[in-house]
Protein backbone atom coordinates (compact mmCIF):
# COMPACT_ATOMS: atom_id res chain seq x y z
CA UNK A 1 0.00 0.00 0.00
CA UNK A 2 1.48 3.11 -1.27
CA UNK A 3 2.34 5.95 1.54
CA UNK A 4 0.06 8.72 0.68
CA UNK A 5 0.57 11.90 2.66
CA UNK A 6 -2.28 14.23 1.23
CA UNK A 7 -1.04 17.51 3.27
CA UNK A 8 2.66 17.39 1.44
CA UNK A 9 1.54 16.08 -1.26
CA UNK A 10 3.59 12.76 -1.87
CA UNK A 11 3.25 9.32 -2.61
CA UNK A 12 6.27 6.70 -1.15
CA UNK A 13 6.24 3.47 -3.68
CA UNK A 14 7.60 0.54 -2.27
CA UNK A 15 9.25 -2.21 -4.72
CA UNK A 16 10.62 -5.57 -3.54
CA UNK A 17 13.13 -7.75 -5.77
CA UNK A 18 13.13 -11.43 -4.28
CA UNK A 19 14.23 -14.39 -5.07
CA UNK A 20 16.62 -17.02 -4.29
CA UNK A 21 19.99 -16.83 -2.81
CA UNK A 22 22.59 -15.17 -5.18
CA UNK A 23 20.18 -14.53 -7.75
CA UNK A 24 21.49 -11.28 -8.69
CA UNK A 25 18.77 -9.38 -6.65
CA UNK A 26 21.65 -7.12 -4.80
CA UNK A 27 23.63 -6.92 -8.23
CA UNK A 28 20.08 -4.75 -9.98
CA UNK A 29 20.18 -2.23 -7.22
CA UNK A 30 23.52 -1.81 -7.12
CA UNK A 31 23.96 -1.35 -10.85
CA UNK A 32 20.51 1.03 -10.89
CA UNK A 33 22.79 2.84 -8.27
CA UNK A 34 25.69 3.26 -10.27
CA UNK A 35 23.58 4.49 -13.21
CA UNK A 36 21.35 6.66 -11.76
CA UNK A 37 24.04 8.04 -9.18
CA UNK A 38 23.43 11.91 -9.63
CA UNK A 39 19.72 11.23 -9.21
CA UNK A 40 20.00 9.57 -6.05
CA UNK A 41 19.92 11.41 -3.07
CA UNK A 42 20.75 8.70 -0.74
CA UNK A 43 23.06 6.18 0.26
CA UNK A 44 22.23 2.71 -0.98
CA UNK A 45 22.33 0.55 2.71
CA UNK A 46 23.84 -2.71 2.11
CA UNK A 47 24.13 -5.24 5.28
CA UNK A 48 26.22 -8.66 4.07
CA UNK A 49 26.51 -12.08 6.40
CA UNK A 50 29.32 -14.54 5.94
CA UNK A 51 26.78 -17.00 4.58
CA UNK A 52 24.56 -14.61 2.49
CA UNK A 53 24.97 -11.23 0.48
CA UNK A 54 22.24 -9.39 1.79
CA UNK A 55 21.26 -9.61 5.29
CA UNK A 56 18.47 -7.45 5.42
CA UNK A 57 17.55 -4.91 2.65
CA UNK A 58 18.79 -2.32 0.55
CA UNK A 59 17.27 0.60 0.63
CA UNK A 60 17.50 2.75 -2.46
CA UNK A 61 14.79 5.35 -2.72
CA UNK A 62 14.69 7.88 -5.83
CA UNK A 63 12.86 10.79 -7.17
CA UNK A 64 10.47 10.32 -10.42
CA UNK A 65 8.76 13.44 -10.42
CA UNK A 66 4.68 14.25 -10.21
CA UNK A 67 1.72 12.21 -11.10
CA UNK A 68 -1.36 14.04 -10.31
CA UNK A 69 0.80 16.84 -8.80
CA UNK A 70 1.97 14.65 -6.16
CA UNK A 71 5.69 14.12 -5.79
CA UNK A 72 6.45 10.59 -6.08
CA UNK A 73 9.57 9.00 -4.16
CA UNK A 74 10.25 5.27 -5.36
CA UNK A 75 12.15 3.30 -2.35
CA UNK A 76 13.72 -0.26 -3.79
CA UNK A 77 14.42 -3.45 -1.37
CA UNK A 78 16.05 -6.98 -1.69
CA UNK A 79 15.17 -9.45 0.62
CA UNK A 80 17.87 -11.81 1.89
CA UNK A 81 17.61 -14.86 -0.11
CA UNK A 82 18.54 -17.85 1.98
CA UNK A 83 15.44 -19.47 3.53
CA UNK A 84 16.45 -19.49 6.89
CA UNK A 85 16.12 -15.59 6.71
CA UNK A 86 12.39 -16.01 5.86
CA UNK A 87 10.86 -13.98 8.81
CA UNK A 88 13.05 -11.13 7.55
CA UNK A 89 11.57 -11.57 3.92
CA UNK A 90 8.22 -11.39 4.89
CA UNK A 91 9.02 -8.35 7.77
CA UNK A 92 10.37 -6.35 3.96
CA UNK A 93 7.75 -7.27 2.42
CA UNK A 94 4.87 -5.39 4.94
CA UNK A 95 3.65 -2.53 2.53
CA UNK A 96 4.69 -3.48 -0.93
CA UNK A 97 3.44 -1.92 -3.93
CA UNK A 98 4.88 -3.72 -6.81
CA UNK A 99 7.53 -6.88 -6.95
CA UNK A 100 10.45 -8.20 -9.23
CA UNK A 101 10.75 -11.66 -9.11
CA UNK A 102 14.67 -12.54 -9.87
CA UNK A 103 14.67 -15.86 -10.97
CA UNK A 104 18.80 -17.51 -11.31
CA UNK A 105 18.78 -19.27 -14.99
CA UNK A 106 21.22 -22.08 -14.14
CA UNK A 107 19.91 -25.16 -14.94
CA UNK A 108 21.12 -26.37 -10.92
CA UNK A 109 18.58 -23.40 -9.60
CA UNK A 110 15.72 -24.42 -11.14
CA UNK A 111 14.18 -25.72 -7.94
CA UNK A 112 15.23 -23.14 -5.49
CA UNK A 113 13.41 -20.70 -7.96
CA UNK A 114 10.32 -22.54 -7.92
CA UNK A 115 10.27 -22.71 -3.96
CA UNK A 116 11.10 -19.10 -3.82
CA UNK A 117 8.38 -18.23 -5.87
CA UNK A 118 6.30 -20.30 -3.54
CA UNK A 119 7.49 -19.15 -0.37
CA UNK A 120 6.38 -15.36 -2.19
CA UNK A 121 3.31 -16.02 -2.72
CA UNK A 122 2.91 -17.69 0.85
CA UNK A 123 4.87 -14.74 2.55
CA UNK A 124 1.92 -12.19 0.74
CA UNK A 125 -0.65 -14.10 1.95
CA UNK A 126 0.33 -13.18 5.41
CA UNK A 127 -0.97 -9.37 4.84
CA UNK A 128 -3.74 -10.88 2.79
CA UNK A 129 -1.92 -9.69 -0.51
CA UNK A 130 -2.69 -11.26 -3.53
CA UNK A 131 0.51 -12.35 -5.86
CA UNK A 132 -1.83 -12.10 -8.87
CA UNK A 133 -3.07 -8.80 -8.02
CA UNK A 134 0.55 -7.50 -7.69
CA UNK A 135 1.99 -5.15 -9.75
CA UNK A 136 5.18 -7.99 -10.59
CA UNK A 137 7.90 -8.09 -13.13
CA UNK A 138 9.53 -11.49 -13.94
CA UNK A 139 13.76 -11.26 -14.50
CA UNK A 140 15.44 -14.30 -15.62
CA UNK A 141 19.16 -13.06 -14.50
CA UNK A 142 22.64 -14.77 -15.06
CA UNK A 143 21.69 -15.22 -18.89
CA UNK A 144 25.34 -14.21 -19.75
CA UNK A 145 26.39 -17.08 -18.20
CA UNK A 146 25.41 -19.27 -21.42
CA UNK A 147 28.74 -17.84 -22.80
CA UNK A 148 30.89 -19.47 -20.29
CA UNK A 149 29.91 -22.65 -20.89
CA UNK A 150 27.84 -23.04 -18.17
CA UNK A 151 24.24 -25.42 -18.45
CA UNK A 152 21.19 -22.53 -18.71
CA UNK A 153 17.58 -22.79 -18.40
CA UNK A 154 15.98 -21.93 -21.80
CA UNK A 155 13.69 -19.34 -21.39
CA UNK A 156 10.86 -21.29 -22.23
CA UNK A 157 10.86 -23.61 -19.81
CA UNK A 158 11.52 -20.54 -16.97
CA UNK A 159 8.20 -19.39 -18.16
CA UNK A 160 6.51 -22.72 -17.26
CA UNK A 161 7.97 -22.96 -14.22
CA UNK A 162 7.21 -19.47 -12.93
CA UNK A 163 5.35 -17.45 -15.35
CA UNK A 164 2.49 -19.56 -16.85
CA UNK A 165 -0.44 -18.90 -14.68
CA UNK A 166 0.88 -15.00 -13.47
CA UNK A 167 1.20 -14.17 -16.88
CA UNK A 168 3.69 -11.43 -15.92
CA UNK A 169 6.00 -9.46 -18.13
CA UNK A 170 9.48 -11.14 -18.10
CA UNK A 171 13.01 -10.25 -19.35
CA UNK A 172 16.06 -11.76 -19.92
CA UNK A 173 18.68 -9.98 -18.04
CA UNK A 174 22.40 -9.50 -16.86
CA UNK A 175 22.75 -7.76 -13.99
CA UNK A 176 26.62 -8.18 -13.96
CA UNK A 177 26.45 -6.49 -17.13
CA UNK A 178 23.37 -4.37 -16.63
CA UNK A 179 21.47 -6.03 -19.16
CA UNK A 180 18.04 -5.26 -19.08
CA UNK A 181 18.03 -4.48 -15.46
CA UNK A 182 16.53 -0.62 -16.80
CA UNK A 183 13.54 -1.49 -18.60
CA UNK A 184 12.67 -4.30 -15.41
CA UNK A 185 13.33 -1.02 -12.96
CA UNK A 186 11.17 1.01 -15.99
CA UNK A 187 8.11 -2.28 -15.88
CA UNK A 188 7.65 -2.47 -12.65
CA UNK A 189 7.61 1.49 -11.97
CA UNK A 190 4.84 2.14 -14.56
CA UNK A 191 2.69 -1.42 -13.44
CA UNK A 192 2.85 -0.08 -10.11
CA UNK A 193 2.37 3.56 -10.55
CA UNK A 194 -0.54 2.60 -12.71
CA UNK A 195 -2.14 0.36 -9.89
CA UNK A 196 -1.97 3.28 -6.82
CA UNK A 197 -3.24 6.25 -9.23
CA UNK A 198 -7.01 5.94 -8.30
CA UNK A 199 -5.66 5.95 -4.95
CA UNK A 200 -4.66 9.61 -5.81
CA UNK A 201 -7.06 12.37 -5.82
Do not use: C, H, W
Not at 114 to 140: A, C, G, H, W
Not at 162 to 183: K, R
Request: charge should be positive; aromatic fraction near 8%.
Amino acid sequence: MALINVKTREVQIKIVYYGPGRGGKTTNLEYINKKYRDQIKTEMVSLKTQDDRTLFFDFLPFDVGRIKGFDVTIQLYTVPGQVKYNATRRLVLRGVDGIVFVADVQKEQRRKNIESLNQLYENLETYSIDLFKMPLVMQYNKIDLKNSGIEILPTQVLQKDLNSVLGAPAFEASAVSGGNVIPTLKKIITLTLSSIQDQLF
